[in-house]
């Protein structure tokens, strides 16, 4: 056994997870970090999800009647409960997805904040009192849970996605059915036996209030078609979302997308130079450029140009990169060789653009043979090329130049993603300019900071091929419960809206 096998056991035993549940399965978990197989889970099919959805939907029936800030007790303890493993749940990440440790907690610590929101939320599922036009009449909304969501994510954030959604699905009175990416089912069933554990020990939690099927796309796509769930929340590839909106359209449920981002950032004349260098490394290359919040393109005035560029260049040569357990490392591996074929690919077509290509290659390859590390690329374009417009989850970041602040916004835009964007600039009008509504076109819109990172508090998503889906904080919990407008009469006559007459005659 190696060491990463060995030690993802051990960290799974003290999370609660039975042996049986990641040995003698159908579908190897490799660690990123040297490419050991660490678990062999066993898959499930469209009837065991068919059978998944049928528990949550009696789950849901008998959890929607609890009053919502005891369904909040639920989310706080489970809060504690990940307080408890932040350690070794945060080392599951690492071990499973090659996150270095601080980002592996990190993650962890976005779950913990998640919790801590959604208790809030718990006792503020407000709705309106709305003016009627009609005496002796009033108006409100209220908010009532939806039912079972179908929550799908990706690799590269394997426990904090499924937490945004989960949580906020828990407090608003939802039933879960997660489906967790087939190269991270670890952090799923220790995330899932937690919460097992936690749930178990509440009374008047119903029995598979979450729910977890694992397997391949023909598992995704029966919860998609299952008309049982009203909301599919999924994150992911713009060509996933291209094929689960339709089919959730078709049957009139609901969706709420995460999918590609191609973030950028414009770096204006007056920028603080020191501050930008910083916030475009850590968003470039944290996570190895595999966050969807991840910088992909800078667009850099052409007096900073020359002062910006090379010292970026000069910081890519020098990142340490090496495994995630050790400390000092800040880039880890890419998640498999998948991933490496299309940075090395992407990288070919911005050469055959025009690029100019520093770094980008393969290392450490004789000590972890069966791995992928690389070095982060730093692309020189002589324009945004078809190659700067699509994503690759990778760590390149493309740099171009810019004259005026109307070409770079126009540039900012002119790609089809939408989710995450950033100005670095110390003018007010150019920072108010790229927030206003002739700015970024992205749902995430920051000065002065990188694209990535985002707190939970605030609404996560974008728009354009990005999906449209708004998941955690403000109100996006909204997206998980339906509205009833109710209109009550406390009067004796029977006035109509719209001044209506409609009498009966004698
Ligand atoms: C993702 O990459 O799917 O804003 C989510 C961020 C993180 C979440 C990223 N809080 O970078």
Known sequence: MTDTAAEAAAVLDRLGVPRAAYTGGDLPVRSPIDGAVIGRVPTHGPADVAAAVGRAAAAFAAW??????????????????????????????????????QEGLGEVQEMIDIC???????????????????????MMETWHPLGPVAVVTAFNFPVAVWSWNAM????????????????????????????ERTAAAIEGVPAHLSNLVIGARDVGMALVDDARMPLVSATGSTRMGREVAPRVAARF?????ELGGNN?????????????????TFAAVGTCGQRCTTLRRIIVHEGVYDRLVPRLASIWGRLPIGSPLEAGTLIGPLIDAAAFEAMQKALAQARAEGGTVHGGGRTLADRWPDARYVAPALVEMPAQSAIVARETFAPILYVMRYRDLDEAIAMHNAVPQ????????????????????????????NVNIGPSGA????????????????????????????????????STALPLAQGIRFEIDG
């Open 64 to 101: 929607r009647p609890v009053p919502a800030p005891q369904r909040g007790e639920l989310v706080r303890r489970y809060g504690e409960a990940l307080r408890a493993h932040k350690a070794d749940l945060g080392r599951l990440v690492s071990l499973e997805a090659g996150k270095i440790v």
């Open 116 to 138: 801590d929101f959604a208790v809030g939320l718990s006792r503020q599922l407000y709705g309106l009192t709305i003016a009627t036009e009609r005496p002796g009449h009033r």
């Open 168 to 195: 906020l699905a828990f407090v608003c009175g939802d039933s879960v059915v997660w489906k967790p990416s087939e190269k991270t089912p670890l952090t799923a069933l220790a995330c899932h036996a937690l919460f």
């Open 253 to 257: 449920g609901r969706a709420i997308l």
């Open 264 to 280: 950028g950032m414009i770096v204006a004349p007056s920028a603080d130079l020191a501050l930008a260098e910083r916030g475009i």
């Open 418 to 445: 939408g989710l995450a964007s950033s100005i670095f600039t110390t003018d007010l009008r150019e920072a108010e300019r790229f927030m206003s509504a002739a700015g970024s076109d992205c749902g995430i819109v």
């Open 455 to 490: 707190e939970i508090g605030g609404a996560f998503g974008g728009e354009k091929e990005t999906g449209g889906g708004r998941e955690s904080g403000s109100d996006a919990w909204k997206g998980y419960m339906r509205r009833a407008t109710n209109t009550i009469n406390y």
